[in-house]
């Protein structure tokens, strides 16, 4: 049986905000509760929801950047989080990260060659100065990028490019992993599919597993074969991404689904929405944390958490009253359709 390349067990995380008065208690930010996934070699991995959701927060754990408040991440099976500084800097060529703003992310004082080739030196590399150079030559040509661009600054790129440069530094130690964060979200629509075409094709190329974060779900149907849906830090809703999107059971991930416009598109079903303020990450919760939105819930779902169950060919959803948003989002169509 295959190795997972990612698996997480009941991570946490919180956040201690400051004191607002001498009179009250600091509050604690509640941005992941529990989350348990598993990623799978050369099944590249979307997760998605909204603004605050917990996205980052678990791109950044993944990577060792930031450390849980409980529970265990594996990256082929060594806990990332009980292994000394020195482990975790060995293993930083098996994976890498691609950040959200491509100009942001690269260090403008430093020529391309200098920024493709820092993980390389983070990593404590042996290569010669001319051995980098041919290896940074033949990343960037991999990127459809040219050997002559190493002497060039970011600003000399358009956005484009530079998120090719970004890639191209991840790739430079030929990762088996790639955490891709908001790759695409600062660049132009037809860029964006110049660059997701690009890391289809070096997923082909290389074997890497990307796990990308995102909160367009178009981007995730199409980079990704598995997803799972995270809201308020939970996973509410997790399975292969044709499932996910063509029958979502969870009404979290209908109401995603249904944002999206579709031109053309006449009599779409709207999730029903109760029309109630939202929760916040500074309070534990109890029940579902979705409830408040949910025009489905019951007295059940306010008091009772739902846990991930698997319902079909490893689709999971974390819904008491899974069956009946289904049917709600059948019936609908079929009058859609009718109409």
């Known amino acids: 049986m295959t190795q997972p390349i990612i698996e997480i067990r009941n991570l946490e995380r919180r956040f201690q905000l400051p004191r607002e008065s001498l009179f009250r208690p600091a509050s604690t930010v509640y941005a992941l509760n529990g989350i348990n996934l598993t990623v799978e070699p050369q099944r590249s991995f979307g997760i998605v929801g909204e603004s605050g959701c917990g996205k980052s927060t678990l791109a950044r754990i993944i990577m060792g950047l930031d450390k849980p408040s409980a529970g265990s991440v594996k990256v082929k099976g060594k806990d990332i989080i009980a292994i000394s500084p020195a482990e975790l800097r060995e293993m930083r060529s098996d994976f890498q990260m691609v950040f959200q703003d491509p100009f942001g992310s690269l260090n403008p004082r430093h020529h391309v060659e200098r920024i493709v080739a ?65 790759p695409v979200s600062a660049l132009d629509v037809s860029v964006q599919a110049q660059v997701l075409n690009l890391l289809r094709d070096l997923e082909d190329q290389f074997g890497i597993t990307f796990v990308f974060i995102s909160h367009n779900l178009a981007v995730v149907d199409y980079a990704c074969q598995d997803a799972a849906v995270i809201y308020l830090g939970r996973i509410v809703e997790q399975g292969p991404t044709s499932q996910l999107f063509s029958d979502p059971l969870h009404p979290y991930t209908q109401s995603l689904v249904d944002a999206v416009p579709h031109v053309g598109v006449k009599n779409r079903h709207i999730a029903r929405q109760a029309p109630t303020a939202l929760k916040t990450q500074t309070a534990a919760q109890t029940g579902c944390t979705f409830a408040g939105r949910c025009g489905f819930a019951k007295e059940r779902c306010r008091v009772e958490q739902p846990s991930l169950r698997v319902v079909e060919s490893g689709h999971s959803v974390a819904c008491h009253f899974f069956e009946e948003t289904r049917s709600d989002r059948q019936a609908a169509a079929k009058t859609a359709i009718a109409v």
Do not use: C
């Not at 404590?124 to 459809?144: D, M, N, P, Y």
């Not at 060039?152 to 956005?159: I, L, M, N, R, T």
């Open 118 to 182: 820092e993980p390389l030196f983070a990593v404590g590399s042996s290569a010669s100065k001319q051995e980098r150079k041919e290896k940074v030559a033949e990343t960037l040509t991999s990127v459809g990028l040219r050997p002559a661009d190493m002497e060039k600054y970011p600003h000399e790129f358009s956005g484009g490019q530079r998120q090719r440069v970004a890639i191209a530094r991840a790739l430079i130690t030929r990762p088996s992993l790639i955490v891709a964060d908001e």
